[in-house]
Nanobody, 126 residues
């Protein structure tokens, strides 16, 4: 089992920045990839960004490309999401997730991930 705890959410004005953290504990040695998803009010949960743990390959949703950066510190078992140039439409609960299974997978599909955090609220005011 892997436990994920997100932090760093909050209220920020449009154009501002926030950095989310996701600390993993438990059986983290088997983690293959980690990702961030978000759920805005009244909407389905959507993919934001993903990173392959060993090789650091990155994936982004088009809506955040160029503004958000995902990174990881394997020594600390932590993945980050640096969010710049925030927009009101980025307001959502942000969830961290991880995947144990190796090999090819659809990184933007939430069903591909095995563990989830409780989420952290990000609110961007206009």
């Amino acid at each position: 089992q892997v436990q994920l705890v997100e932090s760093g959410g909050g209220l920020v004005q449009a154009g501002g920045s926030l950095k989310l953290s996701c600390a993993a504990s438990g059986r983290t040695f088997s983690t293959y990839a980690m990702a961030w998803f978000r759920r805005a009010p009244g909407k389905e949960r959507e993919f934001v960004a993903a990173i392959r743990r060993s090789i650091g390959r990155l994936y982004y949703a088009d809506s955040v490309k160029g503004r958000f950066t995902i990174s990881r510190d394997n020594a600390k078992n932590t993945v980050y999401l640096q969010m710049n140039s925030l927009k009101p439409e980025d307001t959502a609960v942000y969830y961290c997730s991880s995947r144990d299974r190796s090999g090819g997978y659809y990184y933007s599909d939430e069903d591909e991930y095995d563990y989830w955090g409780q989420g952290t609220q990000v609110t961007v005011s206009s």
